[in-house]
């Protein structure tokens, strides 16, 4: 089914009628023309299992991701391709009646993308920053409890913006969108669904067979194995041999390309605005200011970890800026979104969803009041979320309660600007969001290295969970699904995904000692221990120059969106503010592969764009989730010793 996101702004309606209705006409367009109501299957017991072995294995997939790159990938469209070509698999040796119906499928990806990244966000970055400042895991029953907490924390924190950034700024979100197209296109033709589901299916192969020889040959030292990956080693990362950049190799400052196809995947799908706006800003800022602001002291170490000690300061004030900017251009919106919370207190109990189910003639607030996640919901699960966070908080790390209720507060306003990022660019910036977390407690709990990193996870962990929320629930409105089902299905993933998750980190990251090097160099840890340890001694322990770009980047975080308003027929030729932001807080190299990633996408587009429709997103979720799976079983093997 076909929809049509028509906004007020886009001249469709006439001023009178504009100004009467106001935000209200795309959710009123929508509630008439795309939501199916119950007329199929959504979230259903059969929906629900296989998003959650999906999930476990997505799970993994986005551990190893992060511990690599320090990025984290959303999971639903692989998921959806997979639970279509197993469920036709099961209906045909008769495994199954039928196989799960569109909105079911829909369902499963919510389970199965939260159980897959929403409970392993901060998993890479704060809590192995904590592992590389203690030296020692901390005991599991407490990481359990504070990934699940952080986990429905972020969930909850979505709800009051769901409406204001999909129903009506109708933020492209482009995982959600390709995973609906992705769904329809396989419910819609046979034969075409059979092609995605191979096209898919081949390049896990080619992912995993880079992974084992890029992998493989570290923990091969013996045996035919050992035989297999000697002469066929894919190095991690690589350069031109004789380029420098004032005197030092050019790789030293992140600028070369990566032995791995995973970042050329996620460049094919975020497109060239995006990437072209993060490979510009990566090579000025690695290849030009770097070595300037080396030369002046402000960067000690010529290495991506010395480099973005600084650079993580102008990127991330860059991105908290430009949300918050945005965010705030739509106060009418804003003004409607905190309307809805003076009905929670209206009346004790809300009849509005029964007379629809009912059939009566309600109005369309009254519609979308009975399928929307309630309000009551996001105050009761933000006290749950916040009482479990402030009990582990005191018990497992010795913060203070009222530091850890701040930081939830603060969460919410950062996680605005995460999943602003995520609709716009397609990625969310975890790691920035909680620098200033990072950087707010280096004030109030000084000299506090553990507080500073756990409260900073809160806000990390949150606004990871809330995009990915968010980007389902983009998927179920262009679907035309029930947003209050699938918010069940996100929070029984989130379960699902703590319990394969914590696990899995204990076994791929037994020690201290196996993080920061090549194989699992924990790029994101890296930086969060840097924050916090320069902190613990004042915000005045910043270089100046570091200073001075917080405000550089503040201020160009601003003027983007204000060009993007001025200009919108010229939006494609303005930097992306987001992808600036982000290009400066992670290796140089991954904003290239990603931009050739994008390249290439674009030029078979322009040869064939129909193929390029059809095959851009499963050859590139394969790509992925091949490469992960594969460097995960590797990694586990080595651990277990059946490689050597």
């Known amino acids: 089914m076909q929809t049509t ?105 919510s389970t199965a993308s939260a159980a897959g990244y929403s409970t392993g966000g901060t998993m890479t970055s704060a809590i192995c920053a904590f592992l590389l400042v203690r030296g020692s895991h901390m005991p599991w029953p407490v990481l359990m409890a504070w990934t699940f907490f952080l986990a429905v924390l972020g969930t909850v924190m979505a709800i009051p913006m769901k409406r204001q950034m999909i129903n009506v700024e109708q933020l492209k979100f482009p995982s959600g969108t390709a995973a609906a197209e992705t769904l329809r296109s396989l419910y819609s033709a046979g034969d075409e669904a059979a092609q995605k589901a191979r096209a898919l299916f081949i390049s896990m192969g080619i992912g995993a067979l880079i992974a084992w020889l890029r992998d493989a040959h570290a923990a091969a030292s013996t045996g035919v194995l050992a035989v297999l990956t000697k002469f066929s080693k894919i190095p991690a990362t690589f350069g031109i041999p004789k380029l420098t950049i004032a005197g030092v190799p050019a790789l030293q400052w992140t600028v070369g390309f990566e032995g791995s196809l995973i970042m050329v995947a996620a460049g094919a799908m975020m497109g060239l605005r995006t ?7 990566a090579l000025l800022n690695f290849g030009v200011i770097a070595p300037k602001i080396h030369a002046m002291g402000g960067i000690t170490r010529i290495s991506y970890r010395g480099i973005v000690a600084w650079s993580l300061w102008p990127g991330a004030a860059l991105m908290v800026t430009s949300g918050l900017f945005t965010f705030a251009m739509q106060w009418r919106t804003i003004a409607r979104a905190l309307g809805n919370f003076s009905k929670v207190f209206k009346s004790k109990k809300s009849n509005e969803g029964a007379a629809y189910r009912e059939g009566a003639e309600v109005s369309h607030a009254d519609q979308l009041a009975a399928i929307e996640t309630p309000v009551s919901w996001f105050l009761g699960g933000m006290l749950f979320s916040t009482v479990g966070l402030v009990i582990v908080g005191y018990f497992g790390f010795g913060i203070a309660p009222w530091l850890s209720v701040i930081a939830v507060m603060l969460s919410f306003v950062l996680a605005i600007v995460a999943c602003r990022a995520t609709g716009e660019t397609d990625t969310t910036p975890v790691g920035a969001m909680g620098k200033i977390t990072q950087l707010t407690y280096g004030i109030l709990a000084p000299s506090n290295i553990t507080t500073n990193l756990m409260t900073a996870s809160i806000t990390a962990g949150a606004a990871g969970s809330s995009a990915d929320l968010l980007t389902d629930l983009k ?110 807080v992670i290796p140089a190299w991954n904003s290239v592969s990603m931009f050739v990633g994008a390249l290439l996408a674009y030029g078979f587009a322009k040869h064939n764009e129909a193929k390029a429709e059809r095959y851009v997103i499963p050859i590139a979720s394969g790509l992925i989730a091949g490469e992960s799976l594969l460097g995960v079983a590797v990694a586990l093997m080595g651990a277990v010793g059946w490689l050597s």
């Open 5 to 109: 996101t028509t906004q007020p702004s886009t001249g469709e309606v006439e001023p009178s009628s504009q100004a009467a209705v106001g935000p209200e006409d795309p959710e009123q367009h929508w509630l008439r023309t795309v939501y199916q109501g119950d007329s199929m299957p959504q979230f259903t017991l059969r929906s629900f299992v296989m998003g959650s072995v999906l999930g476990g294995f997505m799970a993994l997939s986005n551990l190893y991701v992060g511990l690599k790159t320090g990025w984290g990938l959303g999971v639903a469209i692989t998921a959806c391709i997979l639970s279509f070509a197993i469920g036709r698999a099961m209906q045909a040796t008769g495994l199954a009646k039928t196989n799960l119906s569109l909105l079911e499928n829909n369902a499963m990806a």
């Open 475 to 584: 998927s179920g409105y262009l679907l035309g699904a029930n947003p209050r089902k699938q918010f069940l299905a996100q929070v029984s993933g989130t379960v699902v995904g703590t319990l394969v998750v914590v696990p899995a980190f204990y076994l791929l990251v037994p020690n201290a000692e196996a993080l920061g090097g090549d194989r699992f160099p924990a790029p994101s840890a890296q930086v969060w221990k840097g924050v916090a340890e320069a902190l613990s001694h004042g915000v005045h322990s910043l270089h100046p120059t570091a200073r001075w770009g917080m405000l550089v980047g503040a201020i160009l975080g601003i003027i983007l969106p204000l060009l993007e308003k001025a200009f919108p027929k010229h939006k494609n030729y303005i930097p992306s503010a987001m992808g600036v932001g982000l290009a400066l």
């Open 275 to 281: 990437t072209i706006s993060m490979v510009i800003a």
